[in-house]
């Protein structure tokens, strides 16, 4: 795995300025950073009036390593309180950077939740927690988080992932592959273009695990655009070991290669990584938790970007295991 530098857009002072401002006015007035549709509205009217500097910051991902750190937000370590013991307790620490993530996922696309998880709150907070060391999910601690796509499941999943940093006293890494980066055989792209196997719902969505009116569609784990080559990938939900053995062996060797070209990016407080959700799979490096309101604390926010094609037709009639996006802006 490289330490290479993640490409990186620093904001200026008068960005940063902007962005504060506007989260605390938004704060202010709603006295919690808990979505509503008047707190969605008033942050929509806000985005739309901040300045074109800042707006550049937030165009689209445009380099091949698809993803880029948001550097230069201001996060006091001591201010923001203790880390959480789950999202469960989080409520609304650290409410500021709740809604300044919004008001950047905002100027990207459209924000988006999921009614079965965290609920059905906007931004969440990623922090471990006691008894999911070895989840794969984003409480987890001691297990490597496998590389995957977010939400690879739901027809609905993001373009965009948004993380941001409030505290990693650790230095504890985000780890990140673009499939633009790999070599791959024509043969194999051949094979993973095909759909052959589902992508079933993670730990965090126990609802959707229960789903039985109609069966896990097959989904295709690369599709070919005219700008390049996506993924959909979650090999931690994926029923791998049914497929014939080409399938199995050409999967293994798609692992290997983004495994190769796997990237560490290491997050400090008011860093927030952007990661293309089609064009890159994420993880983390394993890490002893404390529980004492030090550890790693992460917040994170799902963007759609619309009038995207970068994902197959047919993911149009899938069911997303009974699953529903809310949307924060409806077109």
Known sequence: MSTAAAPVRQLDPHAVGELRQAAENILAEFGTSATSPQLLERVAQTADSFSDGLRHHCRPVDTADGLFVLRGLDVDDEAIGRTPSGWA???????????????????????IAWQGQQDGRFVHNIVPSPGHET????????????????????????????????????????????IRMTRLADEDIDILTRPVLPILPDDAYD???????????????????????????????????????????????????????SVAVSLSPGEVLVVDNDLVVHGRVPFQARYDGTDRWLKRASVRVPGRRTRPLAEADEHGYGQAALEAHAG
């Open 135 to 178: 989840a794969q999910t984003g409480a987890s601690s001691t297990v490597l988080l496998s590389p995957h796509t977010e939400d690879a499941f739901h027809p609905g999943r993001a373009h965009l992932l948004m993380l941001g940093c409030m505290r990693n006293h650790d230095n504890i890494a985000t780890t990140a592959a673009g």
């Open 207 to 261: 609802e959707a695990q229960g789903y039985a009116e109609q069966a896990p569609p097959a989904v295709p784990t690369l599709f070919a655009t005219e700008e390049g080559m996506t993924l959909r990938f979650d090999p931690a939900y994926t029923p791998v070991e049914e497929a014939d053995d080409a399938y199995q062996a050409a999967y293994r060797r798609l692992e290997a290669e983004l495994a190769r070209v």
């Open 89 to 111: 307790t989080a409520g609304d620490s650290g409410a500021v950077y709740d809604i300044t993530l919004l008001l950047l996922a905002t100027m990207m696309g459209n924000p």
